[in-house]
C-alpha cells in the first residue's frame, strides 16, 4: 500500500488489464507518474480521444472514429474474410497475406444451443453479402476450436444460398487454435491452401 488515493487507484484500474498483476500494475504506475509530461500527458489526452471519437462498428465489427466513415463502406474490396476478434484481424493484415474486407464476429457461437449471443454480428454478415454485389468470396477464419468450426458451418448454411464463394482456411492453423496465436508461415500456407466449403 502507498497510502496515496490517487496511485492506489490507477494501480486498480492498472490491475485489470490483461497479463498484469498487482506487482506489475505498481511498477507501470510508477513509470507513469515519474513521467508525467512524457507518459501521462499524452495518454491522458489518447485515452480521451479514444473514449470520445472510438466506436464499433456495427456492420463490420471493426473499430472506426466516429468524424470518418467506417472502412467497410469503401468500395474497394470483394472479398471478406470472417474472424472471431480484432486481433486475428491484425495478425493476418500484419502477415500481409490478405488485404481486402475483414468482418469481426466479435466472439462464437455457443455450441450446445443455437442462440445468437449478445453482440455477435453474424445477420450483419449475411446482410452484407446480400447488399453487395461485388463480394465474389466469404474467407472463414474463425479458427479451428469447436466453437470456431460451429460457428463457420452456421455462417456457411445461411450464406448458402447466395451468389458467394465460400471458402475455409486451410491446414496450418493446427486443431484448437485461435487465428491471433498462429505465425505467420501457417497463416500464410493456410490461407494460400483455403478450399472452398462443401455443403453437407
Ligand atoms: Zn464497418
Known amino acids: 500500500m ?19 498483476g498487482p506487482k506489475s500494475a505498481r511498477r507501470i504506475v510508477l513509470k507513469l507518474i515519474n513521467n508525467k509530461e512524457e507518459l501521462i500527458r499524452p495518454l491522458s489526452n489518447t485515452l480521451a480521444q479514444v473514449y470520445k471519437n472510438l466506436r464499433r462498428c456495427q456492420i463490420c465489427g471493426d473499430y472506426f ?16 474474410c470472417v474472424v ?10 500484419e502477415s500481409g497475406i490478405y488485404k481486402s474486407g475483414f468482418h469481426i464476429l466479435g ?23 446480400k447488399n453487395n454485389s461485388k463480394i465474389k468470396e466469404v474467407i472463414l477464419a474463425c ?12 455462417i456457411q448454411d445461411s450464406l448458402k444460398d447466395m451468389k458467394v464463394k465460400i471458402t475455409k482456411l486451410a491446414q496450418g492453423i493446427s486443431v484448437g487454435m485461435e487465428v491471433s496465436f498462429a505465425d505467420d508461415g501457417s497463416l500464410i500456407a493456410a490461407f494460400k491452401n483455403r478450399s472452398p466449403v462443401v455443403n453437407d
Do not use: F, M
Open 65 to 80: 472514429n466516429i468524424n470518418s466513415k467506417c472502412v467497410c463502406s469503401s468500395n474497394n474490396y470483394d472479398q471478406i
Open 107 to 129: 466472439g462464437t457461437l455457443p455450441t450446445l444451443e443455437s442462440k445468437k449471443k449478445d453482440g455477435l454480428l453474424i445477420s450483419s454478415l449475411i446482410n452484407r453479402v
Open 143 to 154: 479458427g479451428s476450436t469447436i466453437e470456431g468450426q460451429v460457428t463457420s458451418h452456421y
Open 84 to 93: 472471431q476478434h480484432i486481433e486475428d484481424k491484425w495478425t493476418i493484415e
Open 2 to 20: 502507498t497510502g496515496n488515493k490517487e496511485i492506489e487507484d490507477l494501480v486498480k484500474i492498472i490491475a485489470k488489464l490483461p497479463a498484469l
